[in-house]
């Protein structure tokens, strides 16, 4: 792919080219090859390798959660722009057949579906922390997990590094203020020291959530003062505005003061994440090295498929 | 000429002030903090000042340029009048 020239689009096409990505009619939701898949199966080992040390607690969602749980952690308030409820058909025989009428002249059916309980999870994380505190008090050392789920986030875009349906894989660490924020910036060094063992340029910047509307202006000024949010960036679909591969955030006391997370002493926990946008990173090595994987640099060849 | 416009003020914070203390998401009483009291500290979410930032545009009938939509201007209730009267002097 001539990296000079790339665009989201171009991007895209030449995904679809070399079929590495498969078109389904939505922008944001594709097939992948049995190649990517690979790319990201490895990637997915390299960060385990990585991990392991720390010896987290691996739980694994589905990419559905708790409606009731979305709406307490406080998503709507933040991002109702980008939150997906999962409707279905509950009524009658006469409803049905009102139901397919309505469908065959191409009027709006949607309406004789209800909300149920559950919401596509928008990232990892967010059906951890009621499952934690229903466990009791966190003991005084804190608590580790890692989380690996596909996230759904209502934003279609023909750049194929902004997906509605991705795979996130987390680490979360609950804890004191001081054993997060040290979680947090061990990840900063070791996200950074991965990718460039990948033979891919980066760099790690403050950052902030695209929260909603004109309150979330503020709501993203306050995270970029504090310090809350910072993004591990490599150029996918443009140079100018490089792409968000990882993330490493620290939540304050949000979700501890949310769920009732507390040490035994009381006192309410802290929680910091790190975030790994596993399509993400598949796409910017498929970008820089190629979409042949055998050509890959052997650097990133070895760190991938050797280790 | 002075004593009308500390008057006006004082008016403009007694409005600001029962702003917050109709807000139930605040974890303290309005009461009980100076004006130059720091409100995040105090314990003021993020969210509770966007919604605190929404009801003063409501109250004054005036819009916060994106400048102003900063963690600074929302810090006290001294700061938050600071902005409100230069949003009002621009306007009249």
Known sequence: MDTATITAKSLLDSLFDNDILFETGVDGLYGRSGVFEEVIERFQRLV?????????????????????????????????????????????????????????????????QQATEVALTPAACYPLYPTVAARGPVPDEGLLFELSSYCFRHEPSQDPARMQLFRMREFVRIGTSDQVRAFRESWLERGKAMIESLGLPCEVDVANDPFFGRG???????????????????????????????????????????????????????????????????????????????????????????? | MRLVKLEARRKMIDRIRSLFARNDALPFDIEKLSDQDNLYDAGMTSFASVQIMLAIEEEFDTEFPERMLTRRTFASVANIAEAVSQLTEQSN
């Not at chain 1, 150029?235 to 304050?252: G, M």
């Not at chain 1, 003061?257 to 990173?281: I, N, P």
């Open chain 1, 48 to 112: 385990t390798r990585l991990g392991a040390p720390d010896k987290a607690t691996a739980i694994h969602f589905p990419p559905g959660m708790s409606r009731a749980t979305l709406e307490k952690s406080g998503y709507m308030k933040s991002f109702p722009q980008l939150a997906g409820c999962v409707h279905s058909f509950s009524g009658n025989e006469r409803d049905h057949a009102k139901l397919l009428g309505m469908m065959a002249a191409g009027e709006d059916w949607t309406e004789l």
């Open chain 1, 216 to 307: 979330g202006k503020m709501m993203a000024n306050n995270q970029r003062d504090q310090g809350l949010k910072f993004e591990l960036l490599i150029p996918v679909s443009s140079v100018e505005k490089p792409t968000a591969c990882l993330s490493f955030n620290y939540h304050q006391d949000h979700f501890g003061q949310t769920w009732g997370l507390k040490f035994a002493d009381g006192s309410l926990c802290h929680s910091a994440c790190v975030g790994f946008g596993l399509e993400r990173v598949a796409l910017a090595l498929f970008r820089h090295h190629g979409p042949d994987v055998a050509a890959w640099p052997a650097a990133a060849r070895a760190v991938l498929w050797e280790a």
